[in-house]
């Protein structure tokens, strides 16, 4: 079981991702911004990338999951630039969350 916090604006999708790593067994919690999150206390951050600045997620000392609506480009160079462990399509994640997670937390390398 990780510790995963989900920075999500969209409570709709931020519900799903909570929903969706809980139910492969880690303890979620959903965060609206980085200064409420105990970083100590964090294996994972899952963050939407179209609310939360990359730049502001790079050297957090976890591994970053970022995602992004597929039409916005420019976020996903923004997060490749930023150092963002991994960025993806909005889409993917609502399929494969628990398995992309699943990559950074056994290789946050």
Do not use: C, W
């Amino acid at each position: 079981m990780a510790r995963v916090v989900a920075l999500a604006a969209d409570l709709l999708l931020g519900s799903k991702v909570e929903a969706m790593l809980s139910a492969a067994g880690h303890e979620v919690t959903l965060a609206p911004g980085l200064a409420e999150i105990p970083l100590d206390e964090v294996d994972l951050v899952v963050a939407d990338l179209d609310q939360v600045d990359p730049e502001a997620l790079a050297g957090l000392g976890v591994p970053v999951l970022g995602y992004y609506s597929h039409v916005n480009v420019e976020t996903k160079r923004a997060a490749d630039a930023a150092g963002v462990d991994l960025a993806v399509p909005r889409s993917r994640v609502a399929r494969e969350l628990p398995q992309l997670a699943e990559r950074l937390l056994s290789d946050p390398t």
